[in-house]
Nanobody, 123 residues
Framework: QVQLVESGGGLVQAGGSLRLSCAASGRTFSSYAIGWFRQAPGKEREFVAVINWSGGSTYYADSVKGRFTISRDNAKNTVSLTMNSLKPEDTAVYYC????????????????WGQGTQVTVSS
């Protein structure tokens, strides 16, 4: 069982930066791949980034590649998503999610979800 809590969302101007954090409870956190997803109003939840259990592999959606960076600290049970050069189209609720071992790109593959944190980018 893993419980996830996101933080760090807020309002930022286009071109700005934010750093989201995902804090996890559970002794087996290091066994889980952690993904970030986002959902804008009226749209489906979409994949943003994922990091494998060790932090050695990361993958990004094309829309955020080169601007967002995912990282993890297994000693602190946290995963971060650093978002630079933000655009208005990045506005969404951002969720972190956990799945055992292998990375995945589909929301249906994840077993545990946080409550989400709102990111709003003004133009």
């Amino acid at each position: 069982q893993v419980q996830l809590v996101e933080s760090g969302g807020g309002l930022v101007q286009a071109g700005g930066s934010l750093r989201l954090s995902c804090a996890a409870s559970g002794r087996t956190f290091s066994s889980y791949a952690i993904g970030w997803f986002r959902q804008a109003p009226g749209k489906e939840r979409e994949f943003v980034a994922v990091i494998n259990w060790s932090g050695g592999s990361t993958y990004y959606a094309d829309s955020v590649k080169g601007r967002f960076t995912i990282s993890r600290d297994n000693a602190k049970n946290t995963v971060s998503l650093t978002m630079n050069s933000l655009k208005p189209e990045d506005t969404a609720v951002y969720y972190c999610a956990a799945k055992l071992y292998r990375t995945g790109f589909g929301a249906h593959q994840y077993d545990y979800w946080g409550q989400g944190t709102q990111v709003t980018v003004s133009s």
